[in-house]
């Protein structure tokens, strides 16, 4: 069973409230995105969850302001919690409504997007509403979230994203549609020689040079995590 509590090195994470708790393909998303620490940014968590990976950007980025944005309550409500009990409640703001109103009505724009979407367009759906709303794209289709990034994008602005492999692929080929190009892409499987499982994805507004790089989670013997996993999420995973 999940644990309702989850501690990193510098803040918590409660999650009894949230459909979907703390899991690698948040961490990863959260410690892996370019971030440009030390310049002041305005960023954006597209249905943010537990808020795991908007206090992760405010934790890497000193000067940033940090908005999240979450349609189930209850998820929104304990998110909230989880940045006033942070250190950095000061530059986090969420809000609980639905990312494509505010993708219609909102005029700021952000230096970073990211999120961590749903993604099982034809998988059977579970009994339970809010985990269907969390893991599925029925109400946030992957369209929906690069159609309201490429609006509320700075000019420089920069969309990332963790999917599946095949999802992730496809998802590539719908952003370049609108006109977002992936520039940064992270190939993540359990071990070398295993499938990748995952794509963590960064997408600017300029064709240019794809920067792709493997992840392997871990080592060869038991229970033991690679140098390249444990470098990307030392700030974070106490056990490192």
Known sequence: MPRDF?????FAIRQSCCSMKV???GVLLGA???????????????????????????QRAPLAQVDAVEVEEMAY??????????????????????????????????????SNPPYFK????????????????????HEDLIRGSACLLA?????A?????????????LAADAGLYC????????????????????????KGKLDEQNLFIEDSLPSSYTDDYKRLTKDFYLKF
């Open 6 to 10: 989850f501690q990193f090195k510098q």
């Open 23 to 25: 899991g690698t393909d």
């Open 32 to 58: 892996w995105v370019s971030v440009n620490a030390g310049q002041a940014q305005r960023m954006l968590d597209v249905g943010c969850g537990t808020g795991l990976i908007a206090i992760m950007l405010a």
């Open 77 to 114: 409500r304990q998110a909230l919690q989880n940045a006033i009990d942070s250190g950095w409640k000061s530059r986090l703001r969420f809000v609980h409504g639905d990312f494509n109103a505010l993708a219609q009505c909102s005029t700021t724009r952000y230096d970073l997007i990211v």
């Open 122 to 141: 034809r998988s059977l759906l579970s009994p339970n509403e809010k985990r269907n709303a969390a893991r599925h794209a029925n109400e946030l289709t």
């Open 155 to 159: 000019e420089r602005g920069r969309l």
């Open 161 to 173: 994203v963790v999917l599946p492999y095949v999802e992730g692929n496809v998802f590539i080929a």
């Open 183 to 206: 520039a940064r892409k992270l190939n993540v499987a359990t071990k070398k020689g295993k499938p990748v499982k995952r794509l963590l994805m960064e997408f600017a507004q300029e």
